[in-house]
């Protein structure tokens, strides 16, 4: 009997020899707890037990948590962190609590959060991230929280939130989120139909306002009137000239991405070619195809040059520019993007016999198709074969060349000069 006395005097011993010194361990109604709050500590401590269950680190001076911060305490079901000065939350500081059923991270300077981390805390029930400074939160930040009950947001810097943010968090009976700066645009209006439709309690509602647009500001979400919003949609087609624009001698192929949604989409091309992938934020030129101040370009006049309007220009198209173009259009509401596959042939060479049959072979089955500026255009959208045959800019020697050959030509054939044959490829 005394010598069991004394070996749980020697565990007891150990365990609070394991508590960081600042701190205080000890049990209570079951929950083992490590109370490290009002310590001005400007860490996170090491040496705690690992049967903590409860950590409280509040009213601290933690400016930041790092990856692995409670890799110790695998058994959390709380952790407070609140009335510090944490900055950020590093990938990897929270991934290991699967097993945390409350956080309270309110009242910090959090700029840089770790979202993925949430995607392992599945057991959570309470997030407090009120009275911080994050400014955006990813569409699937909350995925795997559909225990949580309670999410507290509100005095942050939120301008906007993605639709179905809160759509995986099915247990949700409490959220708030107002005092947030607002951008009420067509972003936000799903939102605001989610507001007043949900089960979920969002107290203080008359604090959920716009900041901005100016004329909107101050305005209470709920009484929003309606935005004439749409989804982006785009058409890409071929033009073969480019207005306001100045080309220079030589083949140009244009390129033209029809864009329509509201708000105006932002416009970015997407090139793959023989020798790699070409990304391009749209526009990269002015009207003159000049490069833009702070775009990178290996001349005054890029490769590709993107227009304001939607055009894309190849001077000098060749082999080496061939390949796949795509343009993508994207506004708050989402995205849309079309294709074509460009190839170029020469005059008498197999790809023109080769596409000249297709060609014929569309009238031979009663798909006829027209000609407008150069271009041969399908008769319907089941026909996604476009054949255009342009010519290059000719001096007098190029000249006398095609009148030369110009008998010689394929008859059922648009060829205008020295021609060169593009076989577009709509991808739907």
Request: aromatic letters at 6%; one cysteine or more; charged letters at 15%.
């Amino acid at each position: 009997m005394q010598e069991l006395r004394l070996l749980c005097l020697v565990v007891l011993v150990g365990l609070a020899r394991a508590c960081p010194e600042p701190c205080e361990c000890g049990e209570k109604y079951g929950f083992h707890i490590a109370d490290c709050a009002y310590r001005d500590l400007k860490a996170v401590p090491s040496g705690f037990p690992a049967n903590v269950t409860t950590l409280s680190l509040s009213a601290n001076q933690l400016s930041s948590l790092p990856g692995g911060a409670f890799r110790e305490v695998p058994r959390l079901q709380s952790l407070w962190l609140a009335h510090n000065e944490i900055r950020s939350v590093a990938a990897g500081a929270l991934a290991s609590l699967s097993q945390l059923k409350s956080l309270d991270l309110s009242h910090n300077l959090i700029s840089e959060f770790a979202w993925s981390d949430l995607h392992s805390l599945s057991a959570l029930q309470l997030l407090k991230m009120d009275s911080n400074e994050l400014t955006f939160i990813p569409r699937d930040a909350f995925r795997s929280l559909r225990a949580l009950r309670s999410l507290q947001l509100n005095h942050n810097r939120l301008h906007t939130l993605a639709e179905g943010t809160f759509a995986p968090l099915t247990a949700l009976s409490h959220l708030q989120i107002n005092d947030n700066p607002f951008d009420c645009t067509c972003g936000i209006v799903w939102f605001k139909t989610w507001a007043l439709t949900t089960a979920v309690s969002i107290p203080e509602q008359d604090n959920i306002t716009c900041t901005s647009p100016h004329v909107l500001k101050g305005t209470r979400l709920n009484r929003l009137l309606p935005l004439p919003c749409s989804a982006p949609s785009v058409q890409l087609t071929y033009q073969p000239s480019q207005d306001g624009a100045e080309l220079r001698p030589g083949f140009v192929l244009a390129l033209h991405c029809d864009v329509d949604g509201q708000p105006a989409p932002q416009l970015h091309w997407h090139i793959q070619t023989p020798g790699g992938t070409v990304e391009i934020a749209s526009p990269n030129v002015g009207a003159d195809g000049r490069a833009l101040p702070g775009v990178l370009a290996a001349s005054s006049r890029p490769r590709f040059q993107a227009f304001a309007n939607g055009s894309l220009l190849i001077p000098d198209f060749g082999k080496l520019e061939e390949g796949t173009y795509s343009c993508l259009a994207t506004n708050e509401l989402g995205s849309a993007e079309s294709s074509v596959n460009v190839a170029l042939a020469t005059p008498g060479e197999g790809g023109e016999d080769m596409l000249g049959r297709r060609f014929r072979g569309k009238a031979a089955e009663g798909k006829v198709c027209y000609t407008v500026d150069n271009e041969v255009q399908p008769s319907g959208p089941e026909d996604n074969v476009v054949i255009i045959y342009l010519s290059r800019a000719r001096g007098p020697e190029a000249a006398a060349t095609a009148e030369g050959v110009s008998g010689k030509q394929p008859p059922g054939l648009l060829l205008l000069g020295q021609s060169l044959l593009l076989l577009f490829l709509a991808s739907f």
